[in-house]
């Protein structure tokens, strides 16, 4: 392959000045991480100084070619970030809202997981869970809108929240 004359040789910094920020909120937008997208734009500039050679405008256009890179060093990034997912929170920054994202996530979840282990219980169980647990009604209102003796909804709350528990086990939920 011969080398092109420093005259033909990429403009690095005129291509950084087209289309690092486009390329930069590609990456953004794939793996979710200022720093990572940061390190990415680096990436796809170096790698393209050293391939500068393999550039040939009559295949590509320039922002196509830096494009294709780029998606290459994301799935790399992915990659990375997979087979070691601890690196991701050594470079977190103390004030990202990441947590705060994770924590509600986990809280959705947890609710679909109850939701779906109350369906597995018969329906009185479920309602009296429901109204005084979930609700936090008493015991006693509960009972006078079923028509049932207060000891009777407290007796299925009591056998509800062993089935419950039961249906987490089956369903393989650790407490």
């Known amino acids: 392959m011969a080398r ?8 690095v910094q005129a291509a950084y000045a087209a289309h690092g920020p486009e390329l930069y909120r590609f990456a953004l937008r794939q793996l979710g991480d200022g720093g990572a997208a940061q390190d990415v734009v680096q990436e796809v500039f170096l790698r393209a100084w050293r391939a500068s050679g393999s550039f040939d405008p009559q295949v590509a256009s320039l922002r196509t ?5 780029a998606r ?10 997979a087979v070691r997912p601890w690196q991701r929170q050594l470079t977190d920054d103390a004030d990202s809202d990441a947590p705060a994202v994770a924590a509600h996530d986990d809280g959705l979840v947890d609710a679909w997981v109850v939701e779906e282990a109350l369906r597995r219980i018969s329906p009185e169980h479920r309602s009296a869970i429901v109204q005084t647990h979930l609700r936090g009604r008493p015991y006693g209102e509960v009972a006078a809108e ?5 000891g009777t909804v407290r007796s299925r709350v009591f056998y509800g929240l062993k089935a419950l528990r039961l249906a987490l086990d089956e369903m393989g939920v650790e407490p």
């Open 4 to 11: 092109r004359a420093p005259a033909e040789e990429l403009d």
């Open 65 to 69: 070619w830096l494009f294709a890179i």
């Open 72 to 81: 290459n060093v994301v799935v790399d990034e992915a990659r990375r970030f």
């Open 146 to 150: 079923l028509g049932v003796p207060v």
